[in-house]
Structures are given as C-alpha cells and as structure tokens.
C-alpha cells in the first residue's frame, strides 16, 4: 500500500513479557517517527529516525524501550519487561524531508499490558 | 523545551456555527506548524499546514495563519458541520521531533 503500516494492530502482553512493534514507513521517506499516545491525550514524542540514523531518542520513557531502523526502511518499537503503564497506543509516522512536509501516521498499535 | 498550548476541550457547537479552537507555541527556532485531525475510528491525518510566518493554511472550509507575533495558529471555520466531529491537534515541526497539543474534541449536533 501506499501508506504507512504497522503491525501488529492489537496486542495484548502480559506484564513482564517482551514486545516488538513494526512499522514499514512510505516508500523513500527519509525521517520516521515513534509517538505513544495515551487514551485522551495527545501523541508524545519518542524518537526520530533519518534514514538509520537515529537522531533523537529523547522521548523514550525508559531503558525498556529500544528502537531500530537497521537499513533505513523498517522500523522497530521494542519494550522489554512490559509494565501496565506502557499500555497506550504506539504511532509511527513517516516525512519525506524537510520540517514543512506532511508527516503521514500509520494507524497504530495498540498496546495492551494486563 | 518546545510546546503547543491548545485550547482544552471538550466542544459542543450546533451546526452551521463558527468555530475556533486556539492554538500557541512557544516562540523558538522556526517550526512549521499544522492541524491535524482523528475522526472517530481513524488515524491522524493532516488538515492544514503553514511553514513559515504569516502563511494562511486551508483546507474544507477550515483556516489557520501563523502569526510570529502572537506565537498563535489558531483553527477556524465559518459554518461547522456534523461530519466535522473529531479531535483536533495543533502540531508544532521543528527539523526533528514534531510536538502535539493535548487535542481537543468537537462535536457537532444538527
């Protein structure tokens, strides 16, 4: 498809248990985007690719969370040892290039720790 | 660091009514700035975007002009309808990171 595609759409983890969220971004955008987004609130930032570079990881919330995009394209959300606070929804978002073009987001994965 | 200040919600408007929901940054760098909309069961999607002072976005009836001035981007649309419903997020881009308003929800009732 022409959009931006993650999977899993839903999972349930239970606390403890490792995850791996993918994202596969629009064909030759180079920047891609974590975001977690809580019921009710707005997305929060968590960390930017351009191409495998990553550039900024400030947002992550904790050692837990780790990503990668190895080859520039696929993109990784992994959290280790799950907690019920991680539950949310994660967004990934794709841009061509520069801070004035559209970032386009992917549906979400919606997490759910029990 | 850089935010969004959105105006809090939740809006309750009759159609055929206008609309604003206020939006400001906080004044630093020079971020291009955008609405972005979530209709029930939907993923965000881009409403509006102005990448630099001044600049007017449009789109559906809705407009935003980004004033320098007053750090402000805010929505409007003259005349909302019920298919408007959904929340909106004013979005702040710097070369990074893009920053997010809290969102505000609209509602429509004919």
């Known amino acids: 498809g022409a959009g931006v595609s993650q999977s899993p759409r839903y999972k349930v983890a239970k606390r403890g248990q490792d995850v791996a969220l993918r994202c596969d971004p629009i064909s030759g955008h180079v920047s891609l985007f974590w975001y977690q987004q809580a019921l009710g609130q707005g997305p929060e930032f968590l960390t930017y690719?351009?191409?495998?570079?990553?550039?900024?990881k400030s947002g992550l919330p904790s050692d837990r969370f780790f990503a990668e995009r190895p080859e520039g394209s696929v993109s990784t959300l992994k959290i280790q040892r799950t907690q019920q606070e991680d539950s949310a929804v994660y967004l990934c978002?794709?841009?061509?290039?520069?801070?004035?073009?559209?970032?386009?987001f992917g549906e979400g994965s919606w997490l759910t720790v029990v | 660091g850089d935010s969004v200040t959105q105006m809090e919600g939740p809006v309750t408007l009759s159609e055929e009514a206008f609309l604003t929901i206020n939006c400001t940054y906080t004044a630093t760098g020079y971020p291009s700035l955008f609405w972005y909309v979530q209709y029930p069961g939907e993923g965000l999607q881009l409403l509006l975007k102005?990448?630099?002072?001044?600049d007017k976005g449009s789109n559906k009836g809705f407009e935003a002009t980004y004033r320098k001035e007053t750090t402000s981007f805010h929505l409007e649309k003259g005349s909302v309808q019920v298919s408007d419903s959904a929340v909106y997020f004013c979005?702040?881009?710097?070369?990074?990171?893009?920053?997010f308003g809290d969102g505000t929800t609209l509602t429509v009732k004919p």
């Open positions: 102005a990448t630099k002072a001044d």
């Open positions: 978002a794709s841009r061509a290039g520069r801070s004035g073009n559209t970032i386009y």
């Open positions: 690719f351009q191409n495998e570079a990553q550039l900024d």
């Open positions: 979005v702040r881009a710097d070369a990074g990171k893009s920053t």
